[in-house]
């Protein structure tokens, strides 16, 4: 017998007492069981309603900062931070929720390989991650000063570009305008081989997680949001300048554990949510 069927016989069988009256008393309670039968109903047809309807999907949420909203000044200014934070994440996050209502819940990670063929999973599912993750990977400009690149980054980051200032020379270049063309991210990656880092641009929400975006799936490690709505009321069209001083708040302890990770797990990083 289903949990639905259960609680249907009980609710019927309380119906059914209250109907069932002793004939010596049926004058003096008529009113009280009319009054209880009407309130058993009224509360058995809520639950049914309750049990019948699909639960509404709520699964993802926007997380908290780990800092205040003007915490990176004066590289990224507080109303920006306000904004970007609690009303574009804001939105991607109802979007994706309601696109997946009904459905069951899964970590917005695993959503991202499949989100190209999954209608607003693409766009929504890929704000809310891209943002979570972003949000992480940075710190108040006293505390990233502080931060440093384990010896694992430092190592594939020489390996891989040269040398840092090198590394930082093609992620600025990969975030001018005329490589990310419009709204999009720029990416540090580790490869599928785990060892060689890449620097991609995507479009939009897309992501280096989602098949068929890059050559390979990837797992990031680094990740700049190039939107307007990121930096324009601070920069107005002065991206690159946003860029170069965007290093200022880079987290690079968390940067190296993003790494650590994603070397250890081959997999991308879970993020808060």
């Known amino acids: 017998?289903?949990?639905f069927s259960l609680v249907l016989a009980a609710l019927l069988a309380n119906s059914a007492s209250a109907w069932t009256v002793a004939p010596m008393s049926m004058k003096a309670e008529i009113s009280n069981n009319a009054g209880n039968r009407r309130d058993i109903l009224a509360k058995g047809a809520a639950l049914v309603t309750s049990l019948a309807a699909p639960a509404l999907a709520n699964?993802?949420?926007?997380?908290?900062?780990n800092y205040p909203f003007e915490a990176l000044e004066p590289y990224i200014?507080?109303?920006?931070?306000?904004?970007?934070?609690?009303?574009?994440?804001?939105?991607?996050?109802?979007?994706?929720?309601?696109?997946?209502?009904?459905?069951?819940?899964?970590?917005?990670?695993?959503?991202?390989?499949?989100?190209?063929?999954?209608?607003?999973?693409?766009?929504?599912?890929g704000g809310h991650y891209n943002h979570a993750f972003f949000w992480d990977e940075m710190a108040?400009?006293?505390?990233?000063?502080?931060?440093?690149?384990?010896?694992?980054?430092?190592?594939?980051?020489?390996?891989?570009f040269g040398s840092?200032?090198?590394?930082?020379?093609k992620f600025e270049a990969q975030a001018a305008p005329g490589a990310v063309f419009g709204s999009g991210w720029v990416w540090v990656c580790l490869n599928q081989k785990g060892d060689?880092?890449?620097?991609?641009?995507?479009?939009?929400?897309?992501?280096?997680?989602?098949?068929?975006?890059?050559?390979?799936?990837?797992?990031?490690?680094?990740?700049?949001?190039?939107?307007?709505h990121a930096y324009y009321l601070k920069y107005q069209n002065r991206r690159p300048e946003y860029v170069s001083?965007?290093?200022?708040?880079?987290?690079?302890?968390?940067?190296?554990?993003?790494?650590?990770?994603?070397?250890?797990?081959h997999c991308g990083v879970s993020v808060r949510g």
């Open 1 to 3: 017998m289903t949990k």
């Open 59 to 65: 699964a993802y949420s926007v997380p908290d900062l």
């Open 77 to 125: 200014d507080a109303p920006t931070m306000k904004i970007h934070h609690d009303k574009h994440h804001a939105t991607y996050v109802a979007n994706i929720n309601k696109a997946t209502e009904g459905k069951d819940e899964v970590p917005i990670l695993d959503l991202m390989e499949n989100a190209l063929e999954a209608g607003p999973v693409r766009n929504n599912g």
């Open 140 to 160: 108040p400009p006293d505390e990233a000063e502080k931060s440093k690149m384990s010896d694992e980054l430092t190592e594939l980051v020489n390996k891989s």
């Open 164 to 169: 840092v200032d090198e590394m930082k020379a």
């Open 196 to 228: 060689e880092l890449k620097i991609v641009g995507t479009p939009n929400q897309d992501n280096p997680l989602m098949k068929g975006v890059t050559d390979e799936i990837m797992f990031p490690i680094l990740a700049l949001d190039v939107w307007e």
């Open 245 to 265: 001083n965007w290093w200022n708040v880079v987290n690079w302890d968390k940067v190296s554990e993003n790494l650590a990770y994603v070397s250890k797990n």
